[in-house]
């Protein structure tokens, strides 16, 4: 089980050793023999097998709100654990265009059921044959299927019900909350990886305030309240009482945001106020859940020519923004929500370190 920045690194070490990757991508909800034998058959079309895994909010918009059966990361972990697969990674989208698109794999595999010339539509064949990979198409073992399955097993509880007992399973609660706790989990799992890189941009913070330097935070809407929670947590305390450190944050003054917006444009709003309290050996931090914000990768660039370090807390793929810092964290996810929740986890084990690194007791 891989994240995206993972994945993507053992593609490069693949492509360097000539191997052919090859990809196929399903909900895999009650892993079965047919699972499996698909699985199989894909792997010997190559050296490596990476499976993507639609995620628990991805089948429940295909399949409804009964479904998955079995949540993601334990739907992942069976995967990773057959011979076969090499490599699992989770997507949020309802079909792998995007996924497919970013990976490139030398053969993407469908099932029999979409093999030309009376197949079903393959909106990603564009993408694949774009790259130049190719289609392949695997067996189907017909009579064997997560519905059928759910409905043997429903069939047995009727059999074995008490006479006169009512005949009517109590309904599955769908609550919306449940879905998005099991994505952040899962995405929790995925983060874990990082989290040296949660420690080295922390470390970069606590030695710009040892020095006497001062943090700028910066973002916009949601991550713009991250950014100002990140120095107002600076400025008064996080978690003891210690002394006040420097922090400011971008976001935070109306009378500013309006005046360089109106005299300069949105895209000089930061880099502004850059200018004017960033000096060499100060830190900016910019979250952004997409990392295409004009207005922060102006103030990174600004940052940089002034001699400052940069950090980044970003989502997605990292969008514009990516390789663009000294440091960035981005959380394996493309989901907007998931970014900017687990970017907070990130800003406060930063602030636990720093207090940790001023004041031990």
């Given amino acids: 089980m891989l994240d995206w920045d993972s994945l993507l690194e ?3 070490l693949w492509r360097g050793e000539e191997k052919t990757v090859v990809w196929t991508n399903g909900c895999f909800d009650l892993v079965h023999t047919g699972h499996v034998r698909s699985l199989t ?22 399949k409804g709100p009964s479904r998955p ?6 739907r992942a ?11 699992v990674i989770t ?3 309802h079909t792998p265009e995007a996924a497919l698109a970013r990976f490139r794999p030398d ?18 064949r564009v993408i694949v044959e774009s790259y130049g990979g190719r289609l392949e198409f695997l067996p189907l ?9 759910v409905r043997r097993i429903q069939a047995l509880g009727e059999s074995t019900r008490a006479p006169g007992a009512d005949l009517k399973a109590p309904p599955r609660p769908t609550c919306p909350s449940e879905g998005a706790l099991d994505d952040l989990l899962s995405t929790l799992e995925r983060f874990r990886a990082m989290l040296p890189q949660v420690q080295v941009a922390g470390e970069m913070l606590v030695e710009t305030l040892k020095r006497g330097s001062k943090i700028l935070t910066a973002g916009n809407g949601g991550s713009a309240a991250e950014a100002m929670h990140m120095a107002e947590e600076l400025v008064g305390r996080f978690s003891g009482d210690r002394q006040s450190l420097p922090a400011v944050c971008l976001a935070a003054d109306p009378t500013v945001i309006t005046c360089i917006g109106n005299d300069y444009g949105f895209e000089e709003l930061f880099a502004r106020q850059v200018d ?11 979250f952004s859940s997409s990392g295409n914000s004009t207005n922060l990768l102006a103030a990174v660039r600004r940052a940089k020519s002034k001699g400052m370090q940069t950090i980044s807390l970003l989502g997605k793929d990292g969008g514009k923004a990516r390789g663009l810092c000294d440091t960035e964290i981005i959380v394996p996810s493309q989901n907007a929500a998931r970014a900017q929740e687990i970017h907070v986890f990130v800003l406060h084990a930063w602030l636990a370190l720093i207090e940790h690194a001023f004041y031990p007791k």
């Fill in 107 to 124: 053969v993407h595999c469908k099932g029999a059921d979409y093999a030309p010339p009376q197949g079903k539509p393959i909106p990603e």
């Fill in 141 to 149: 073992l017909t009579g064997i299927s997560t519905t059928e399955l």
């Fill in 276 to 286: 004017g309290l960033g000096r060499a050996g100060d830190c900016l931090v910019a």
């Fill in 41 to 62: 058959a894909a792997k010997r079309l190559g050296d490596i097998l990476v499976v993507g895994l639609n995620s628990d909010r991805s089948v429940r918009a295909i």
């Fill in 91 to 93: 997507f949020d989208e």
């Fill in 69 to 74: 059966l079995i949540p993601q990361h334990e």
């Fill in 10 to 12: 053992k593609r490069a």
């Fill in 77 to 87: 972990e069976l995967l990773a654990a057959l011979v076969c697969v090499d490599a």
